[in-house]
Every structure is written in C-alpha cells, then in structure tokens.
C-alpha cells in the first residue's frame, strides 16, 4: 500500500530562510570587519600631524599608550617592558627582519616625550628603520596668503 500525504505544500517563507541568514551573517562581517583588524591592545589619543605617509607592508607596531606611573609599552598586540621589548628587536634582528621592515611607533599625546624618545633611539639602535605616527589634523591649516582671507567691503 502506497501512503500519500494528505496535507497540501506550503513552500512559503521556509525555503527563503537560508537565504536569510545568508545576507545577515555577510552584513554582519562587513559591519564587524574594521573592528577586527590586527592592533594593539591599548586606545591611544595620537597627536595631530599635517604629514600623509605611505602604506606599508607587513609593519610592525609599537605603541605607547597612557600609563598611571609609567606609559604602557605594546608591541603588536602583547604589552611588554622596556627590556622586553629590547629582547624582542634583537631576536628579530638575529632574524634578518631588521633589513627589510619598518617599525610604525604611535604614542599618545600624553605620554612622556622623554619615554618617547628613548623607545625611539631604541629601535634605530637596532637597526631598524622607524616611522611616527599620527592622526590627521581636524582642521586645515590657516591660508599662507592673509591677504586672500579678507574680502573687500
């Protein structure tokens, strides 16, 4: 004996569901993306540079970020002392790193000039080549010309 199905079909929405959760998980990548990409651990507040720099591949980053006593030293993204960090230039520079990369350095705007200074010596006495960082300015600058500013009554 043969069984049919008395019931009648109802494909309706059922079948669009995947299509669904499809559309919302890429939405949901697209919109969490930027805040996935690789940084360091610490917000920072970075000064305001008039300089446009390049894009560089496979940079490596040390940021200095506020401190209670002492600013935070991150390196990629593990925090690391001053000692730590020195260790960790040299086994990349016993690598060969050294010669082909660039260190991005990004400090806070409240972190000790003098801090800033002795990491930035740090990293050119290893050898590497460094790059500060900053954030672009939110105005722009005055024009050169002050005549070009006034209008005419």
């Known amino acids: ?5 008395t019931l009648p079909e109802r494909p309706g929405f059922l079948h669009v ?3 669904f959760n ?3 998980l890429l939405l949901l990548f697209l919109m969490l993306g930027p805040a996935l990409r690789l940084q360091s651990g610490v917000r920072i507040e970075l000064p305001p540079s008039k300089f446009q720099m390049e894009r560089f591949r496979n940079a490596l980053v040390v940021t200095l970020g506020p401190g ?3 600013p935070r030293v991150h390196f990629g993204r593990h925090q690391l002392t001053l000692p730590e960090l020195a260790t960790r230039l040299d086994a990349l520079r016993a690598d060969g790193t050294a010669a082909k ?3 991005l350095l990004q400090a806070d705007v409240g972190t000790p000039v003098g801090v800033e200074r002795e990491v930035a010596e740090m990293i050119l006495g290893k050898g590497f080549r460094l790059a500060m960082v900053g954030q672009p300015p939110l105005h722009p600058p005055p024009s050169a010309n002050p005549d070009a500013s006034q ?3």
Do not use: H, N, Y
């Not at 004996?1 to 199905?5: A, D, R």
């Open 1 to 5: 004996m043969k069984l049919e199905m």
């Open 17 to 19: 569901l995947p299509v």
């Open 22 to 24: 499809l559309f919302l």
């Open 68 to 70: 209670q006593s002492a």
């Open 101 to 103: 990369s660039i260190i």
């Open 151 to 153: 209008a005419d009554p």
